[in-house]
């Protein structure tokens, strides 16, 4: 099992910047693909980022290219989540994921983490 708890998520005003941490635990050598994921109310959740396990492939979301940067350390099992230029479109629950090797989809989420952009 892999353990995801996600930080830094609050109320920013539009054209700000929030940076989101992911701190995994448990089976990490399972891990290949992490990633964030998000859900606006009324909205199906969609992916916004994911990182290989050596952060050298990265997939953006194409709302969210230029303007938010996935990275990932592995010394310290944590993901993170640079967003800048923030808008109102941005405003969701955020989820840091897992999937282990061999699966297109995430395997583990996290307990999400509110990201309201509004002025």
């Known amino acids: 099992q892999v353990q995801l708890v996600e930080s830094g998520g609050g109320l920013v005003q539009p054209g700000g910047s929030l940076r989101l941490a992911c701190a995994a635990s448990?089976?990490?050598?399972?891990?290949?693909?992490m990633g964030w994921y998000r859900q606006a109310p009324g909205k199906e959740r969609e992916l916004v980022a994911d990182?290989?396990?050596?952060?050298?492939?990265?997939n953006y979301a194409d709302s969210v290219k230029g303007r938010f940067t996935i990275s990932r350390d592995g010394a310290k099992n944590m993901l993170y989540l640079q967003m800048n230029s923030l808008n109102p479109a941005d405003t969701a629950v955020y989820y840091c994921?897992?999937?282990?090797?061999?699966?297109?989809?995430?395997?583990?989420w996290g307990q999400g983490t509110q990201v309201t952009v509004s002025s």
């Open positions: 448990g089976s990490i050598f399972s891990i290949n693909i």
């Open positions: 990182i290989s396990r050596g952060g050298g492939s990265t």
């Open positions: 994921t897992a999937a282990r090797w061999g699966n297109p989809s995430p395997n583990y």
